[in-house]
């Protein structure tokens, strides 16, 4: 089992910036793609971004392209999500999500989930 633990999430107005954080620990000996989805009031969740367990490949939701960043340091088992020129469709709870493989990340079937972390952005 791995737990996976959120933090930064926040209150910021429209255009601001925000650094998500995701510490993974437990049984940790397999190396996992990490990744984050998102879930709006009244919406599904959806698909935000991916990085591969090595940290070379990258995949990320066309509306979050361009501003957003994820990067992980595997030193510290812990990823991260740049969020620049947040929107106010952007306000969501974010989790951290993660699997052995980038494909099961990014259509939501990874066995590993956060708490989630709340993002509001202001308008």
């Known amino acids: 089992q791995v737990q996976l633990v959120e933090s930064g999430g926040g209150l910021v107005q429209a255009g601001g910036s925000l650094r998500l954080s995701c510490a993974a620990s437990?049984?940790?000996?397999?190396?996992?793609?990490m990744g984050w989805f998102r879930q709006a009031p009244g919406k599904e969740r959806e698909f935000v971004a991916v990085?591969?367990?090595?940290?070379?490949?990258?995949y990320y939701a066309d509306s979050v392209k361009g501003r957003f960043t994820i990067s992980r340091d595997n030193t510290k088992n812990t990823s991260y999500l740049q969020m620049n020129s947040l929107k106010p469709e952007d306000t969501a709870v974010y989790y951290c999500?993660?699997?052995?493989?980038?494909?099961?990340?990014?259509?939501?079937?990874?066995?590993?989930w956060g708490q989630g972390t709340q993002v509001t952005v202001s308008s």
């Open positions: 990085i591969g367990w090595s940290g070379t490949s990258t």
């Open positions: 999500t993660a699997d052995l493989r980038s494909a099961q990340v990014v259509d939501g079937t990874s066995r590993f």
């Open positions: 437990g049984s940790t000996a397999s190396r996992y793609a």
